[in-house]
């Protein structure tokens, strides 16, 4: 069985929303659209207070190279555009929309016919993504379009599907699989006509044998795409671990995939390449898995952008009385969020309500150099060594032991027997480090 | 609005810590520790128990008192470190001596450093060694094994066999000679023989080991390094000259090579990080013992050559790097 090479984890996968149909969220009443919900440039609204909108109309257009669009979520009359916290904790511009009705745009196809046949050129198909504000739906959120026009020089030679969802808890991609595997196929060819490749690997790991058992189905009548099961290991969702797990290369420190000739893309992006290229559907709604372990009734629901997560949370059975923190995303990457009324974003993938009793940190002890972080450590970067150099200011050295390869997955806390906070202060490096190497140019 | 926890990610944490690590060493040395209490009895006991309550004062007197902080003796380091100290002397040693040793262990070698994590030699090998050189005599005179004696200091003392085989060997015996003065294979291996206390069964240490690798409290690469190098390196020697050299068996089971190569050499804080770090110093530490157990004055050398490697350590982490991603296709 395939894997990635170097480090890795094994946490408790803790998949609580397994097999659970998605089920479709109720409309918010008001719904709050944040305009920073890419990688990248916050985009610049085309709406202004009143404005009516209908489910699908632009809201904000992309304002730079690296950005994208925002459609209304809901339709309804724009009541403001203001400041709101986020998933950040901070506070960030927003359109907030009072919902009339659920009023699509007439352009956007509503049927549920399939569509395999794609009429759309490359160029046309990359325009639509672009337009449909696309973005990567594992969690980066980097807008897709970018992703689909290699630098110059640069061919691509495979798409790679990530259905790996190796963050423990979440079960949105795997879900979407079991439900939408025609269409995510269909998605898949698209975006090969879009990048020119005549090659599709969907990497899955084998802890979803259901999934890989109806992708295969489902791929064997198309041409050149196969479905590779993949060892349990953790991150294997990250993209250069995934490229070296199915493709067996590695891509060199500060290149993108294309070096090694793939193109990485998540199974939701696909799904909703699919919806945008054949049935005219701007992203405005996602999968999001709400779960936990006091959780009633952990859920896979497909809700709009710009619900108030606490209404997520209601319908799931309500906050836990114990719930002592609450994540946006899996427990390994995700963002601790400050407040059940922060909206959902494109990149929201799941909810994770945290009991006390998982809440807290440990206390802190020294390090006593068991090397465990070195070998959980997914990019074979030495983690004690980064955080001791960040912790006494030492840039010059964290640069030369390569901080900036560190991919955030934080398995290196994970195992860190003496509960250091090793990630925290890697991040705190590569933020100066980085600054510091930008400053060179 | 009811208030939630916020820090960075990662939310979840796999509940490793310094005591489960510790406490697991521990388990892992009891069946060697029981295999000790068979044969040498009374005096074993005493002596573990010993080193483990002076260990685990002296450490909270130093954190309490000198240090001004909190003790944290129930991480089970104080008390891993006093078994494997008295795992390391004979069983029939004076109580004050093993008192010294591990006022010398606990106090010199870990406390001054700044305690657990920041000592750059193994505190229970440094301990040892210095007991080794003050008392010489103590320290080489091994009772010998039988079965639950009540005997303790006046117990009956032979030589080890690494012992035997030194001096015959400088007597100018041969040494199909000497091999038959030594305990059988079956006794090395269940532990019927003289030398320190934990070290001489080396089926309990096996089981140990076994049980380090199945908690994935060690890997693999320091003790099978430190006994691969030794296998090879006695080989050759025997190879070339079976007259003078006794082959990987013998030097494998004998001595405190086993001990030495699965508890004191894998200790986290004095060994290299990286895999590769550890096969380097795992292979030295082998070479080093049986240099020194061949051609040095003494007829043991492991203590010395995990010392003498801890020495290295820091210099192996500097420059044995793991393999880093993306680093093949430079």
Redesign the interface.
Known sequence: MKTFK?GG?H??ENKLSANKTIQVAPLPTQAIVMLGQCLGAPSTPVVEKGSEVKVGTLLAKSSGFVSANLHAPVSGKVVKIDEFIDAS?YKKSAVVIDVEGDVWEDAIDRSTTLIKEIKASKEEIIKKIADAGIVGLGGATFPTHIKLTPPPGKTAEVLIINGVECE?YLTSDHQLMMEKGEEIVVGITILMKAIGVNRAIIGIENNKPDAIAHLRKIVAQYSGIEVCPLKVQYPQGGE?QLI?AIIN?????GTLPVE?GAVVQNIGTAFAVYEAVQKNKPLFERIITITGKSVKTPCNLLARIGTPFSQLIDFCGG?PND?????G?G?????????V?VPMTKGSSGL?M?PEA?????TI????????C??A??????P?LLMATSERAMWEEAESA?IM?CI?C??C???????RPL??YI?LGKAKVGAIIRSRK | MSKFIVSPSPHIHSGNSVQKSMYGVIVALLPALAVSLVFFGLGALIITLTAILSCVIFEYVIQKYLLKGEPTILDGSAILTGLLLAFNVPSNLPIWMMVVGAAVAIGIAKMTFGGLGNNPFNPALAGRVFMLISFPVHMTSWPKPEILPLTYIDAVTGATPLGIMKEGLAKGDSLTNIMTQIPSFTDMLIGKMGGSLGEISAIALLIGFVYLLWKKIITWHIPVSVIGAVAIFTAILHGANPQAYAGPVFHIFTGGLLLGAIFMATDYVTSPMSKTGMLIYGTMIGVITILIRVFGAYPEGVSFAILIMNAFTPLINKYIKPKRYGEILK
């Open positions: 170097i984890i946490p408790p904790g423990p250069k070296d290369r590695q891509v060199p420190s090694v906050l719930t002592a923190k609450i994540v995303g427990p390994m990457m995700g963002k601790a969020l400050v407040s009324d994770l945290i998982e809440a807290q940190r440990q002890r020294n390090c006593i150099r068991c090397g465990k070195v070998s450590c997914a990019m074979g970067i030495e004690f390569h390869d955030e934080g398995s806390m994970f195992v860190c027997p003496s509960n990630l925290d991040r």
